[in-house]
């Protein structure tokens, strides 16, 4: 049960889009379409951004999208606003039957 | 509309047990999977255990497998995380989480608990 592996920190400035990676294993990432994506600003807990790679929950911003290519999903954010200024996490099913998180990644707009 | 309120976290020392809760309303609970997420102090999210709608399945991460047991009543719509052997390490916040299957798993958080284990 490794973490899946995201980036650290990514940046950008308002009104760029910017995307941010989530790699896992055929164990996980690779097999399944249960990718979701979180948004947690501080003090908060973590809202629901994606679901299944890449649909969206009512009520979440299109400017949010989800991609997913072999082992590696990805989060975009387009037309980035001071808002989006959070961390963000991916998930994903595994084959064990068991959920894992990415370490989490901080989105700073510039 | 959906509410998740976690309860019973606290400081504890090593070794000793705790149970949290996670009341649930504005949904059939019993219709629902549900998640314990938590997260170390600074440090991101973990997941750490599910149980399926009625309680037939639950499945753990390594860290907790043997230590910590989910369990639920449906009938009282409240979601349990019985705590035991606790370790340093397993000081956070603790979660709940709905998992909604086809309309998003972890689709409502609560708030968090937190669990502080020191000597």
């Known amino acids: 049960q490794s973490a899946l592996t995201q980036p650290a920190s990514v940046s950008g400035s308002p009104g760029q889009s910017i995307t941010i990676s989530c790699t896992g294993t055929?164990?996980?990432?690779?097999?399944?379409?249960?990718v979701s994506w979180f948004q947690q600003r501080p003090g908060n807990a973590p809202k629901l951004m994606i679901y299944?790679?890449?649909k969206r929950p009512s009520g979440v911003s299109n400017r949010f999208s989800g991609s997913k290519s072999g082992n590696t999903a990805s989060l975009t954010i387009s037309g980035l606003q001071g808002e989006d200024e959070a961390d963000y996490y991916c998930?994903?099913?595994?084959?064990?039957?068991?959920?894992?998180f990415g370490g989490g990644t901080q989105l700073t707009v510039l | 509309q959906v509410q998740l309120v976690e309860s019973g976290g606290g400081v504890v020392q090593p070794g000793r047990s705790l149970r949290l809760s996670c009341s649930a309303s504005?949904?059939?609970?019993?219709?629902?999977?549900m998640h314990w997420v938590r997260q170390a102090p600074g440090k991101g999210l973990e997941w750490v255990a599910v149980?399926?709608?009625?309680?037939?399945?639950?499945y753990y991460a390594d860290s907790v497998k043997g230590r910590f047991t989910v369990s639920r009543d449906n009938s009282k719509n409240t979601l349990y995380l019985q705590m035991n052997s606790l370790r340093i390490e397993d000081t956070g916040v603790y979660y709940c989480?709905?998992?909604?299957?086809?309309?998003?798993?972890?689709?409502?958080w609560g708030r968090g608990t937190l669990v502080t284990v020191s000597s």
């Open positions: 149980i399926w709608h009625d309680g037939s399945n639950k």
């Open positions: 989480a709905r998992d909604a299957g086809r309309e998003g798993n972890f689709d409502s």
């Open positions: 998930s994903s099913y595994t084959s064990t039957s068991t959920w894992v």
């Open positions: 055929s164990s996980d990432v690779g097999s399944y379409h249960y």
């Open positions: 504005g949904f059939t609970f019993g219709t629902y999977g």
């Open positions: 299944d790679v890449n």
